[in-house]
């Protein structure tokens, strides 16, 4: 067994601002470099079975790259405290996702050489991203990078032996996996295919879906052309994957494109800003909200000027309006594919709730006991439902099953679940939340009047509105952004 990359004196930090995986994190290629590696990430059939089953990413991607993002600098950051406990966060929620594939094979989200591969893809797509855009990386760059992804890999596993110590051996060790264990995985040709063409808009363009679908028609084809240009010839040929004419020099110049980002003065692009901008909500306190709110505003009179001069994509849901502050009812068919079906596959399971439940503990940032609290409490609203709801008996809950019975879901276990939700979210243990409490959930403005005695949001009011959310299918609630946007 191989130990952890260790550092001496003379050596920069393997973590933190020094690091190279640092210099790329605002990067624009990396958003190229990022798609790239999901599809290899995916090609590979342990971690496909897994994101078909358990994984948000086709239903709520700009939730899963936030929070990608999030754990990323938890675990390349210099605080060591801070990357232990992101790192038992993340084994405690791959810890709860295994089971079998559609021919049967079983795969388990803690398998080591599988994190391995997830690690691997990164490393190698960060080098590839330089090459293509005329910015090879030198020799002590690519060893030092690769030092860095060994000592995360060693910060989940307890040591990085699933991967080669030196980096000649990584290029045989990653020709070996691409060329005998990879597959035209299902999760690939989602993300090849459907994720870019149906692509959800974020929270921030939500307000004009004809603009956003308009844009998206022309992008995302692009971005398939261009992700599958750039995967290596073995796998292309492996999975049957065409390769348009030209396709190879639209990648090239997309790389280049992108890399010309290095002329720009230093702190000019944040990818922390960029994601967190995306994913504001119209209600949220943040001082950037009033300039979003006029952007969205010269958007929805772009996207009316669209609509009279073409119609809607094929596919597209039609333009709705946003519900005002006391929000509406949503049908039982549109509740049930915005909220519940987290997954996006059409049914409603237990990797459905155990989302929720995920999303949750990430907004609260939770340990354990409060997180097994909260999947136990989801779990039991499963139970609940399934016996409820599943009148075929198939293990899960279907769009029809659950339209035709169009039930009020404040059983028991769901009432439940909004107070063990209470608990997790009152950090101070005071029988209330206040306004950093609330912010910390929903990234929103607390609007009650603290000021009163009246202002405190208790737990009943707390439990009354979560129930009224999930048994009513309100929408306008804070919950929306928390459950239902993308």
């Keep these: ?38 599809v290899l990430e995916a090609a590979h059939p342990q971690v496909g079975a897994a994101l078909i089953d358990n994984s948000t990413f086709v239903a709520h991607p700009w939730r899963r790259l936030r929070n990608t993002f999030v754990s990323m600098r938890r675990m390349f950051g210099t605080d060591l405290s801070v990357r232990e406990r992101e790192a038992a966060r993340l084994n405690r929620l791959h810890a709860r996702m295994s089971g079998s594939d559609s021919r049967g094979r079983a795969y388990d989200a803690m398998d080591r050489a599988t994190r391995a591969w997830v690690v691997a893809t990164l490393f190698e797509s960060a080098v590839t ?76 363009l939500k307000g004009a879906p004809t603009l956003w679908a308009a844009g998206r028609a022309v992008v995302g084809p692009l971005l398939g052309v261009i992700t599958v240009a750039s995967l290596p010839e073995a796998y292309r040929r492996r999975a049957g994957l065409p390769e348009m004419p030209g396709a190879s020099t639209l990648m090239q110049g997309a790389y280049l494109t992108a890399g010309l980002a290095r002329f720009l003065p230093q702190g000019w692009l944040n990818a922390e800003t960029v994601i967190e901008t995306l994913s504001l909500s119209p209600d949220s306190d943040d001082l950037r909200v009033p300039v979003m709110t006029a952007v969205r505003s010269r958007m929805k009179r772009a996207s009316a000027l669209l609509r009279l001069l073409a119609p809607p994509p094929a596919g597209d849901p039609a333009p709705t309006t946003s519900p005002g502050p006391g929000g509406g009812r949503r049908s039982a068919e549109e509740f049930f594919r915005e909220v519940l079906d987290q997954t996006g596959d059409g049914h409603l399971d237990w990797p459905d709730l155990a989302a929720m439940a995920r999303e949750l503990a990430t907004r609260l940032d939770l340990d354990e006991p409060e997180e097994t ?62 306004a950093a409490e609330y912010r910390t959930l929903f990234r929103t403005a607390f609007h009650r009047d603290l000021t009163t005695a009246d202002g405190a949001y208790g737990r009943s009011a707390f439990v009354g509105d979560f129930l009224s959310f999930m048994s009513g299918r309100r929408s306008g609630t804070p919950y929306d952004p928390l459950l239902a946007d993308a």
């Design 129 to 204: 991203m330089c090459r293509l855009s005329g910015q090879p990386l030198g020799q002590d760059t690519m060893e030092r990078m690769y030092a860095e992804y060994r000592a995360y890999l060693a910060a989940l596993d307890g040591d990085a032996a699933e991967l080669p110590e030196e980096l000649k051996d990584f290029w045989r060790y990653f020709d070996g996996v691409v060329e005998n264990e990879l597959e035209n995985t299902e999760a690939a040709r989602i993300i090849l295919y459907r994720l870019f063409d149906h692509l959800p808009a974020p929270a921030l």
């Design 1 to 38: 067994m191989t130990s952890a990359p260790t550092e001496t004196a003379d050596e920069a930090p393997l973590f933190g601002p020094a690091s190279q995986f640092n210099t790329f994190f605002d990067d624009p290629r990396w958003a190229l470099a990022l798609i790239r590696a999901t």
């Design 373 to 434: 609290r909260l999947y136990d409490a989801f779990a039991a609203w499963w139970r609940e439902l399934q016996a409820a709801l599943d009148t075929d008996g198939d293990g899960r809950v279907s769009a029809a099953e659950y339209a035709a019975a169009v039930p009020s879901l404040a059983g028991p276990a769901l009432i439940r679940v909004a107070e063990v939700l209470f608990d997790a979210t009152d950090k101070d243990g005071n029988a209330s939340i206040d």
